[in-house]
């Protein structure tokens, strides 16, 4: 698992950006989508075009982070260069082999045109009739290049330069392996992932069938955040965001219009907002304006030592101030993905609670935009919610939401702190977390050597009276996927089990001092 807890650090940067992205999206779409009434004040054209930068800028990231994500893998090999170039000339093979290989068959939500690759013409007839894209496989298709180029970086560094391919450089042939079997994966994948498309598509009959009932709509929720992880979110949110899955509603000129979104903007600008129209998007509300601060401030309260704390202060009122504004669930699922699963598949089961509560109590709050964006949308923000206060008929709706929110809030609260003080070493290493405190004590150089300990989300702190005494082979052979020395002492990072680590240490140095004493 030392390997899988290392994901966590080295994809910190990506995560970072995404993050940064989210923000910049949302302030461009606050300033930008009509819905939220901002944009009316908003007249010089250098303000609005700043604003469709940030938001067009935001939403790029967001759609293709899967590649900053297979970019950041395949640099942790000293050749970096050689290896970035040979991943994105794989991946691009990779994506058209999906172009050629896949059949015609699939919904259009699973293409999608990817770094703006696409095929119009073509010594095939059928590609020939429209414009064909690769299929859209997410940070699956990613993580499937980026294994193969560092595959083929540690091949190149065994090959034998005195063979019949001899005259190949190291660096020649870490590209033609990467081009030739992401090639081959990409042909595979064709034949393997409309699969897994026709099982999203039996979930999404599943949920149309009856969506009015909370156990569809709890799936929804659920298969909506997994999805959208995974950069799949289109494969579900499209057909009911803006399809006939989502409903359909027949305005006074007799205009059938089909999708949640849709139905709830024209219901909204006629003024008669009646039926079920937003149940796809109440519980973003909740989640962006109440559940995820929570969840931050949770984490922040983890944090032991002084200076860190100040540190992270900051950060974490600007990420409470974008996840009110704009939401970042997307890097926070990420985060949640990499650093605790079991964190991650709570969210995803309240996520999916919180769709069948709002079912079933009749509470519906939808999302307005005038564009069909799935991935890099932003509903639910505090903006649209406070819009929502002059319309009369949605004073209970907004009372409700304020009142499950507040409730949420209290619930992620101490479920993330619950989780970091005592459940995250037993999710892989049951029954080892008295080894692990054990073995680390051990590895520092005992309780007499530990002059003070420090912990966060991710990594614990040790200051030590001597660092001769430290062994730093014990230490990762109990699963630490970093070690450095810092002022305060050596930085472990032991992952989400920091907190539980650190703690376990803490009482047996009381022990070890109440024990003295009784001497």
């Not at 995560?15 to 999206?25: D, N, P, Q, R, S």
């Not at 896949?102 to 073509?122: F, K, M, N, Q, R």
């Amino acid at each position: 698992m030392r390997n899988w807890r290392s994901y966590y650090e080295i994809l910190k940067f990506p995560l970072e950006m995404v993050f940064m992205a989210v923000i910049l999206g949302g302030i461009g779409n606050i300033l930008t989508n009509p819905a939220l009434g901002i944009s009316a004040y908003v007249t010089n054209d250098y303000v609005k075009a700043t604003a469709e930068v940030l938001l067009q800028s935001g939403r790029y990231i967001v759609v293709y982070f899967p590649f900053i994500f297979m970019l950041r893998l395949v640099t942790r090999r000293s050749g970096s260069g050689m290896t970035i170039l040979s991943a994105i000339a794989g991946y691009a093979i990779y994506l058209y082999a999906t172009i050629f290989f896949t059949g015609a068959e699939l919904p259009i939500t699973a293409y999608s045109s990817i770094l703006g690759i696409s095929v119009s013409h073509s010594s095939i007839p059928i590609l020939n009739q429209a414009v064909h894209y690769p299929l859209q496989t997410g940070i699956i298709g990613a993580a499937i290049v980026a294994a193969i180029t560092n595959w083929s970086y540690n091949r190149s560094r065994k090959r034998n330069e005195d063979g019949i391919f001899g005259f190949v450089t190291k660096e020649a042939s870490v590209a033609i392996r990467t081009v030739f079997f992401c090639g081959i994966a990409g042909a595979l994948i064709s034949f393997v992932w409309p699969f897994a498309v026709n099982f999203i598509q039996r979930i999404i009959r599943f949920i149309t069938v009856d969506t009015s009932n909370p156990v569809n709509l709890g799936l929804f929720g659920i298969m909506n955040r997994l999805l959208g992880v995974l950069n799949l979110g289109t494969l579900i949110r499209a057909p009911f965001w803006y399809g006939n899955n989502g409903g359909s509603w027949v305005n006074m000129a007799g205009v059938s219009i089909a999708g949640d979104v849709n139905i709830w903007s024209a219901q909204l600008q006629a003024n008669a907002l009646v039926g079920m129209a937003g149940r796809f998007f109440t519980p973003y509300y909740i989640l962006n304006i109440f559940a995820v601060p929570g969840m931050i401030w949770a984490m922040f309260s983890l944090q032991t030592d002084a200076i860190q704390r100040r540190k992270r202060r900051i950060f974490c009122l600007i990420a409470t101030v974008a996840s009110l504004l704009c939401g970042v669930l997307l890097p926070l699922e990420l985060m949640l993905a990499l650093l605790c699963p079991l964190l991650f598949v709570f969210h995803l089961v309240y996520t999916g609670l919180l769709y069948a509560v709002c079912q079933s109590m009749h509470i519906y709050l939808g999302y307005s935009s005038t564009e069909a964006s799935t991935i890099s949308a932003f509903p639910g923000s505090l903006p649209e919610y406070l819009n929502y206060i002059q319309y009369p008929s949605l004073s209970k709706t907004l009372m409700y939401i304020a009142i499950i929110g507040i409730i949420s809030l209290i619930i992620y609260f101490l479920v993330t702190r619950l989780y970091f003080k005592r459940m995250a070493v037993d999710l892989f290493d049951s029954g080892n977390r008295e080894k692990l405190i054990r073995g680390t004590i051990k590895a520092v150089g005992g309780i007499e050597n530990i002059k003070m300990t420090q912990s966060g989300i991710a990594n614990m702190t040790i200051g030590v009276y001597d660092p001769n005494k430290v062994d730093m082979n014990r230490l990762r052979k109990l699963g630490t996927y970093r070690i450095y020395e810092s002022r305060a002492g050596y930085v472990i990072c032991f992952g989400a089990g920091s907190t539980m680590i650190r703690n376990g240490i803490q009482s047996a140095m009381r022990e070890g001092i109440r024990a003295v004493n009784t001497n």
